[in-house]
């Protein structure tokens, strides 16, 4: 791999934060708000989805504007958009699923990649491009916590990130497994939060989020 982004730091500091807000920005104009309200909540990161043509300026100005913020780029289906995504200043890629070309492409960048995965063929994927965190999408619809624990019995390195379907109410039964290394989750800053621009209410709930990992780890 050529010199980039350390994935170990970057896993270390996904790790340490618990929860990864995923969020979809329509306009990037709210960029600073979502960035602001997160930072005010205690969550410092996000992951930016490509689902919407604002992804790319809102990447660029949230890493600006917050550059203690930890800000990754989601939903990335194409090694343009690693392009895109890296030159604005995301910090590690996520992907719905596993595109060979896209992991070789991040990790020839060096740029940390963690990749949607459902079954044993997928994670094995994994393996033999040198990964051991992987995202486990879409985590409720696939079978939930159950189907994590029964993956992670023959890969003994692989550690996970849940998303889809996590919510304040069922993310603390995922973190408190040793091998889920974080949650990615939308419900901390819905787009319908950010539309309305109701920022308060997104710092309030990056707050609750916070805590929830603490109690879900202390136990």
Same mark, same amino acid.
Not at 17 to 25: E, I, K, S
Not at 119 to 133: K, R, V, Y
Not at 196 to 215: Q, R, T, Y
């Given at each position: ?16 934060? =618990? ?67 890296t030159a ?56 939930g916590l /159950? ?16 998303? =889809? ?9 995922y973190l ?5 290394? /974080? ?5 901390? /800053? ?13 710092? /309030? ?15």
């Open positions: 791999m050529s010199g980039g982004i350390n994935m170990n730091a970057v896993l270390k500091q996904l790790q340490d934060l =618990g929860v990864v807000p995923v969020v979809v920005l329509d306009d990037a104009k709210d960029a600073e708000a979502l960035g602001e309200a997160l930072c005010e909540g205690g969550l410092f990161c996000a992951e930016v989805t490509f689902r919407t043509a604002a992804a790319e300026e809102s990447i660029r100005i949230m890493t600006k504007k917050f550059p203690e913020m930890l800000i990754g780029a989601g939903t990335v289906l194409t090694t343009e958009q690693v392009d895109r995504a604005a200043g995301a910090k590690f890629i996520v992907s719905p699923g596993f595109n060979p070309k896209v992991v070789a492409y991040c990790q020839k960048k060096g740029i940390p990649v963690t990749p949607g995965i459902q079954t044993p063929s997928e994670i094995e994927q994994a393996l033999e491009f040198g990964l051991e965190a992987v995202k486990f999408f879409p985590a409720e619809a696939a079978g /159950a189907m994590i624990k029964a993956l992670a019995g023959p890969y003994v390195n692989v550690k996970f990130m849940p998303t =889809g379907g996590i919510s304040l109410g069922n993310a603390p039964e408190s497994y040793n091998r889920v290394f /974080a949650v990615g989750g939308s419900w901390i /800053a819905k787009k319908e939060l950010i539309n309305a621009g109701k920022f308060a209410e997104i710092a /309030a709930l990056a707050k609750e989020a916070v805590a929830m990992v603490s109690a879900a780890r202390a136990k």
